[in-house]
């Protein structure tokens, strides 16, 4: 398989001043032929010469930066040689990514290493096909010449050119009824014949048996028939291995990742059945692990994983709650079931991707990565995996025969001659070369003098030193003001570090808040921070807010300490709230409260008493709460009972 792999070097085909330079790589049955450098014109010059069977790129940015610039580009190639796109189509990933799953690296700011990866990856299978048009070709036949004004003997001249439009019509349809290839044409009639006649054939370019021309009084032309919209077809037609978690139950949650640990899918449904779970999962690729979050597996998940012969992965205990947030939280989810799938499939990535570290390290470049990944899930000893790859045979080395040089003959004096005068003609390139960078440093030095002269000129006008000194002026704040910010945050730094520091013995520090609003716990937070088992201090209830105490609670506060002051405009609501948030709400009496700032201390037993007696209160309310509930509850059977007997 001959494929041509190019990459930019210069120049752009967006712009009209540089014109793009790229660097091409020819590979042949997985060696590298040659290496150039050429121009998008010599490109296709080449590609027509050597009819390979893939043109690689990265981008199809890089030769074509519109649609229908693509278009004639595509026309443009042999209908052999087709255009991948060895990063994807639509969805796109970059080169690297795309290498390294064949186990192959590359210089990415050297353009002949990426255009090298480009043909490697293409060789194995890589990338999609750009298919721009349907399998019919357009042959359009029309005039070379105008007829023009013309004079006595006008009609004569059209005539002629007409008819030969005409003739050369009829010898195509004779090609194709000789070929049998199904067309229908359409003539456009003119005097002494037609001006036009174009033909569609059910084929491609290769099989029409006309080649483009021009000459004389007629052209002919041929196009293949464009599509609506621009595919891209995978070359690959293995589909790719997956990793899937389920979560089973009412609502079933699905998640769906590569072996490189990237997203493909997340979702979950109250209305699939099984089959329809299937039918998704196939449709995304093959999976090679189906995983759960608890152990064991359940039926439901065990028999999707029957039905494709997966490895099934389990944790060794239930995931936590804290983990599955710590792992789904970097991908988002709709709901708890796709968490938990989504939880499944990246412990089980985890767990393989360990294993993987020390084998990959001895699989040679050039190897799928995916398929050894594949083979080690499955039990197979890298070694057997490597045998089982069809390695290309070898081709035997041709012995290049001996060339000797006859001195005596004329050509050899010829090019003999020929080669000292290109040696002569790169000594004085090189002396001419030396002579320009010379020229060159000369005129920098020159350059640089005038532009110290000209912002000489510049700092002597007023306005300009005017403006000089308000600048230096604002610069000389600016620094004041970062030397100042520095100072506080190092302040507020040694406020967070000496909480527990300047803690007495037998006390517990405390964090005192104003009130119990958004913006007093924003500003507290701001100045000494507020962590996971602190204890707040609320001076007044001036303000206060269900859901503010929501948000301490889910922070992790131990405990809020109420003044006793403020505890007299306490309210039943407010304290209920308290006790639904299993939040103690405790009053500062005799708990020996010191402040000084925005910090104060309390004494550890009496913290400690009072904690007990709070818990006391919170268990009789989730007691009342209870007797609530089977009150309500006893008073709804009872209806019920009335309604039926009734």
């Not at 660097?23 to 450098?37: Q, R, T």
């Not at 594949?374 to 041709?398: N, T």
Request: net charge positive; glycine share 6%.
């Amino acid at each position: 398989m001959l494929i041509f792999g190019i990459d930019l070097i210069t120049g752009s085909v967006r712009s009209r001043t540089v014109q793009p330079k790229y660097a091409l790589v020819i590979h042949d049955e997985g060696e590298i032929v040659k290496e150039l450098a050429v121009s998008l014109h010599r490109l296709v010059q080449l590609i027509h010469r050597y009819q390979p069977d893939i043109l690689a790129v990265d981008s199809v940015q890089e030769i074509a930066p519109h649609t229908q610039d693509l278009y004639r580009f595509l026309e443009l190639l042999p209908s052999k040689t087709r255009l991948i796109v060895v990063t994807g189509g639509d969805r796109q990933i970059g080169l690297i990514q795309v290498a390294a799953r064949y186990n192959i690296t590359f210089d990415r700011f050297d353009p002949y290493a990426e255009a090298r990866a480009a043909a490697q990856v293409a060789f194995h299978g890589a990338g999609v096909e750009v298919v721009a048009f349907e399998k019919e070709t357009e042959i359009t036949i029309t005039r070379n010449r105008s007829p023009g004004k013309g004079g006595w003997s006008q009609n004569r001249y059209a005539r002629k050119i007409h008819g030969n439009v005409l003739r050369y019509a009829r010898e195509v349809e004779h090609e194709l009824q000789s070929r049998g290839l199904s067309y229908w044409k359409k003539e456009y009639k003119a005097f002494g014949g037609v001006s036009r006649v174009t033909f569609h054939v059910r084929e491609e370019r290769d099989q029409i048996p006309v080649s483009s021309s021009r000459g004389g009084d007629v052209q002919i032309r041929l196009s293949g028939k464009r599509l609506d919209r621009i595919q891209y077809r995978p070359v690959s037609a293995r589909p790719k291995y997956l990793i899937v978690g389920i979560d089973p139950g009412t609502t079933i949650g699905i998640a769906v990742i590569d072996l490189n640990g990237e997203l493909i899918k997340v979702q979950s449904s109250r209305q699939m059945t099984m089959a329809d779970v299937i039918e998704l999962i196939w449709s995304l690729g093959k999976p090679i692990i189906v995983a759960s979050d608890v152990v064991p597996m359940p039926f439901t998940v065990e028999k999707i994983r029957r039905a494709f012969q997966a490895v099934p992965f389990t944790p060794r205990q239930d995931i936590p709650v804290e983990t599955k947030y710590e792992l789904a939280g970097k991908f988002g989810y709709g709901n708890d079931h796709e968490r938990d799938a989504l939880t499944a499939a990246l412990e089980a990535f985890r767990f393989w991707k360990h294993k993987f570290s020390g084998i990959l390290k001895r699989v040679p470049q050039s190897v799928d990565l995916d398929e050894v990944k594949a083979g080690i899930i499955k039990g197979q000893s890298l070694e057997k995996i490597l045998s089982d790859r069809k390695e290309p045979p070898a081709k035997p080395e041709e012995k290049k025969p001996e060339i000797s040089l006859d001195t005596s003959d004329e050509r050899v004096r010829i090019l003999d001659g020929k080669v000292k005068d290109l040696r002569i003609l790169v000594s004085d390139l090189q002396k001419e070369i030396m002579d320009l960078k010379k020229q060159n440093q000369k005129l920098s030095r020159q350059l640089t003098g005038m532009k110290a002269e000209r912002q000489k000129n510049l700092n002597a006008e007023p306005e300009v030193i005017k403006r000089e000194q308000i600048i230096a002026n604002l610069k000389h704040r600016l620094r004041q003001e970062e030397r100042n910010n520095k100072k506080l945050q190092r302040r507020l730094k040694r406020m967070k570090e000496t909480t527990d520091e300047v803690r007495p013995e037998g006390t517990r520090v405390i964090k005192v808040l104003p009130d119990l609003s958004r913006d007093s716990v924003r500003i507290l937070t701001e100045r000494v921070g507020i962590q996971p088992g602190d204890i707040l201090y609320i001076r007044t209830l001036a303000k206060w807010g269900k859901g503010i105490v929501h948000e301490i609670t889910k922070a992790g506060i131990e405990a809020v300490i109420l003044n006793e002051k403020a505890a007299e405009t306490l309210s039943r609501e407010l304290r209920d709230v308290f006790l639904q948030e299993s939040l103690p709400l405790l009053l500062s009496t005799d708990l020996q409260i010191q402040i000084k700032g925005d910090l104060g201390t309390c004494d550890e037993e009496k913290f400690a008493d009072a904690l007990d007696g709070w818990s006391d209160e919170h268990e009789k309310f989730l007691k009342e709460k209870s007797e609530e509930m089977l009150e309500d509850l006893m008073k709804e059977y009872l209806a019920e009972r009335e309604r039926k007997v009734r």
